[in-house]
């Protein structure tokens, strides 16, 4: 990659049960990495030990600015049987954006064509501009399927550094995201590159996934990462209200 990651929106803090920071420590570290804009993305209901949902109402206590980094709020909710969200609306209209993704510990496998189909339907939601994580084949996802709805929908999907790290729990995860990946690049459809940091250490560490988009040549122009303005229109726009 020729240009600099400044943003990772997938991170996780003490308020998600099984992360190891505070907002404040996450935020300077992602100052020691020159990111640039960082989002704190807590799990929503269905994992165990995650906050209450009261935590997202609060949110606007917390400074805009922290350690000169730009800190925004969302939230990491789970894709549900039926295709629904495990997020109550009220709450997710706080949310400056969300992520969803299929989780195995609240999500009973429905098989490639319904996995799909769920996971899209959460896609239409005004507020999801992302999806984790699809990339594990024990809930496997039909990409002929998910990149075009991803870019009807104005989503980008994620390549997530931590499944590299996790890689071994993760069933055909690298070639799932090279099947992915090429896909996006027919269709022309953006992709966000995140930590998923569960510890301040791992802010900003995207080493493994840009090894992969070296690997198979990835048009840069897709990356979110690499500008804000970029960025901040495409969580502002609102396609589904067209």
């Not at 550094?161 to 996006?184: A, G, V």
Request: proline share 5%.
């Amino acid at each position: 990659m020729k240009q600099p990651f400044i943003l990772d929106i997938h991170t996780h803090t003490l308020a998600s049960g099984h992360a190891f920071g505070t907002i404040r420590e996450m935020a300077q570290a992602a100052s020691e990495k020159q990111i640039k804009l960082l989002g704190i993305s807590e799990h929503a209901p269905g994992i165990p030990g995650t906050t209450n949902p009261i935590y997202f109402s609060t949110l606007y206590v917390v400074p805009r600015v922290l350690y000169g980094v730009n800190i925004i709020h969302g939230s990491e909710i789970n894709v549900l049987e039926g295709g629904k969200l495990s997020l109550e609306q009220k709450y997710i209209d706080l949310l400056d954006y969300a992520i969803v993704g299929i989780h195995e510990i609240c999500y009973q496998n429905e098989g490639r064509q319904k996995n799909t189909e769920n996971l899209i339907s959460c896609m239409k939601h005004e507020k999801v501009f992302f999806v984790s994580h699809p990339d594990d084949d024990n809930t496997p996802l039909d990409y002929e399927q998910l990149v075009p709805a991803a870019k009807k929908y104005h989503v980008a999907l994620e390549v997530n550094n931590n499944t590299f790290k996790r890689r071994h729990k993760r069933k055909n995860c690298i070639e799932n995201y090279k099947k992915m990946l090429s896909l996006c690049m027919e269709y022309q459809s953006p992709i966000i590159v995140n930590s998923d940091a569960h510890d301040p250490s791992g802010v900003g560490d995207f080493s493994l996934a840009i090894k992969l988009l070296d690997e198979i040549g990835f048009d840069e122009n897709l990356i979110l990462n690499h500008n804000l303005e970029k960025f901040y229109d495409f969580i502002q726009r609102n396609p589904h209200a067209e």
